[in-house]
């Protein structure tokens, strides 16, 4: 959208605003620096600024915390729900991380071997998962207070060139029946 519409002082006060909404500190020192002389978290925070440039409808976050430390994923996050609530944006986040999916999504889609074996609300899915892969995750999440061993899913994926049969989760599930092993869920 900006591409090419501002130039000069404009331009320079555009992604000025930009860097403030990002929390950027000094935005106007920060424009003319470089990525090596700035944290993880302000980098990501520039790509989050990058992200709302062309004021879109909707961002596709993939992995977007990752290599940020806790404290600076925490801060990231809540950036980004202040981002959606103050400019309207849906967000659509590519995780492995449940903690974010429970903090941040109303909706998940859970994928096993390239397809979407569940769909719900969060709330949902941590109370009442309805795929044996979907509880196998939950199950593997680290419980506080514990000392049982981790939960970890039996087997391998499996060769996204050579699916089984029937449910892809099939050979690595413990609820595996015929019928899983013939067709897959709807």
């Not at 860097?19 to 920060?30: G, N, Q, T």
């Not at 596709?60 to 309207?88: F, M, S």
Request: hydrophobic letters at 35%.
């Amino acid at each position: 959208y900006y591409h090419g519409l501002l130039r000069g002082g404009p331009l320079r006060k555009r992604v000025n605003e930009l860097l403030a909404a990002v929390r950027i500190p000094s935005p106007e020192k920060r424009f003319r620096e470089f990525p090596h002389q700035m944290s993880g978290g302000m980098r990501q925070r520039i790509v989050g600024a990058i992200a709302q440039a062309g004021s879109p409808r909707l961002i596709i976050a993939d992995e977007p915390t990752t290599n940020l430390d806790v404290t600076i994923q925490l801060q990231y996050l809540d950036l980004l729900k202040e981002l959606q609530r103050a400019t309207g944006v849906a967000l659509i986040f590519v995780t492995h991380n449940l903690g974010i999916v429970a903090k941040m999504c109303d909706t998940v889609a859970v994928m096993y071997a390239g397809k979407i074996v569940e769909m719900q609300s969060v709330r949902g899915l941590f109370y009442a998962p309805r795929h044996p892969y979907t509880r196998a995750l939950i199950d593997s999440i680290p419980k506080l207070g514990t000392k049982e061993p981790l939960y970890a899913v039996p087997g391998q994926p499996p060769d996204l060139s050579k699916l089984p049969e029937g449910c892809s989760f099939h050979p690595r599930c413990t609820h595996a029946t015929d019928r899983c092993r013939a067709e897959p869920p709807p």
